[in-house]
């Protein structure tokens, strides 16, 4: 149990477009997930986390506008990045929190956006 | 912000023994604390929790958890090439309801053969 997946898993988009990523928690329902982004040979940097119904709280930093998060379902939570540039290329990484009672976090195999 | 430290490595051990990480804690109030492991290009997989001063076990992977010195770590017994990855620890923070893990940098972790 406790399957999160994420799609794609890579993408390559031009300059100024925008990309959506889903994350689906497969076998459990999750009021709470979370968005994070990795670079290269650097620790997990949380961007926002998205509640299920409510708006999503973003982490000091993160522009609200640019990463779009919405969260409609108990199984899917989506990261829109809008007018994406190069600077944008990164792993993208969600998780999501089991309902256990025990604040377990489980992640989604990540998304690979590169932006030219 | 609260702070989870770790040494960033890179630990080399030979395969067979045991691989000793280590990481401390800067808020007293965090209650529950993890243990990521994290292959080269792939995402966190969680391998270890633990809420409660004392050891937890599981197979190979032995987590320590000292409330009183604000220290977690995580043996790893009879070490394989496999284990070669970075670790990370992670403390949960922040009131009921607006919770967060708070990661450190994370140890890499080489196996020798």
């Known amino acids: 149990g406790a399957v999160v997946s994420q799609h794609p898993s890579w993408v390559i988009c031009k300059s100024g477009t925008s990309v959506k990523i889903e994350c689906r928690s497969l076998?459990?329902?999750?009021?709470?997930m979370f968005w994070y982004r990795q670079f290269p040979k650097q620790s997990l940097m949380l961007m926002a986390t998205?509640?299920?119904?409510?708006?999503?709280?973003?982490e000091q930093g993160v522009e609200k506008d640019k990463f779009l998060i919405n969260h409609a379902s108990l199984t899917l939570s989506t990261l829109t990045v809008t007018s994406a540039h190069p600077e944008d290329s990164s792993f993208y990484i969600c998780?999501?929190?089991?309902?256990?009672?025990?604040?377990?976090?489980?992640f989604g195999p990540g998304t690979r956006l590169t932006v030219t | 912000q609260k702070e989870v430290e770790q040494n960033s490595g890179p630990l080399s051990v030979p395969e067979g023994a045991i691989a000793s990480l280590n990481c401390t804690y800067s808020?007293?109030?965090?209650?529950?604390f993890f243990w990521y492991r994290q292959y080269s290009g792939k995402s966190p997989e969680l391998i270890m929790s633990?809420?409660?001063?004392g050891d937890k076990e599981d197979g190979r992977f032995t987590a320590q958890l000292n409330k009183a010195s604000q220290y977690v770590s995580l043996l790893i017994r009879d070490s394989q090439p496999s284990d070669s990855a970075t670790y990370l620890c992670?403390?949960?923070?922040?009131?009921?309801?607006?919770?967060?893990?708070?990661f450190g940098q994370g140890t890499r972790l080489t196996i020798n053969p």
């Open positions: 998205s509640n299920e119904g409510s708006k999503a709280t973003y």
């Open positions: 992670a403390g949960l923070e922040g009131i009921q309801g607006a919770q967060k893990l708070v």
């Open positions: 808020d007293r109030g965090s209650q529950s």
């Open positions: 076998d459990f329902q999750a009021t709470t």
């Open positions: 633990i809420y409660s001063n």
């Open positions: 998780s999501a929190i089991h309902p256990s009672g025990r604040y377990e976090q489980y």
